[in-house]
């Protein structure tokens, strides 16, 4: 049982290594990315020389309001946490949420997700991964 306040453990934690963060980073995926549809997600996907894979989220304001796209990128960065381990190492991804995320509930949002890491482990074979640390 864990205490509250405490940390969680080392590998659900969501580092600024693991993040695109500049619009430059966006831009390169988003133009010569490949894309990998599911449902309420787009996802783009490029090779980069980490021995880790970083996501970034892109949530059009003609999605929803303001809580409601911070809503999915909650949810998007939570599945992200919970599930990186099945991503393929060395990869780079933009997901780019529909306006049909809009209404879709946490299991749909979990099955595009699922969706897509299929078609990244499809796409990118690698061997197994690691750490940032």
Do not use: H, Y
């Amino acid at each position: 049982m864990k205490a509250e306040g405490q940390a969680p453990p080392r590998d659900e934690r969501f580092p600024k290594a693991l993040r695109l963060l500049t619009r430059r980073e966006f831009l390169e995926v988003q133009e010569k990315g490949q894309k990998l549809p599911s449902d309420c997600l787009l996802g783009l996907a490029r090779p980069n020389a980490r021995p880790f894979s970083r996501v970034g989220l892109t949530v059009s304001s003609k999605v929803g309001n303001a809580v409601e796209r911070a809503r999915l990128r909650r949810l998007l960065r939570e599945l992200f946490r919970k599930r990186r381990g099945q991503w393929p190492s060395g990869v780079d991804v933009v997901l780019v949420v529909r306006q049909s995320a809009k209404d879709a509930s946490f299991s749909d949002l979990s099955r595009a997700f699922d969706g897509i890491t299929r078609k990244l482990q499809r796409l990118f074979p690698s061997g197994p991964r690691e750490s940032t640390r």
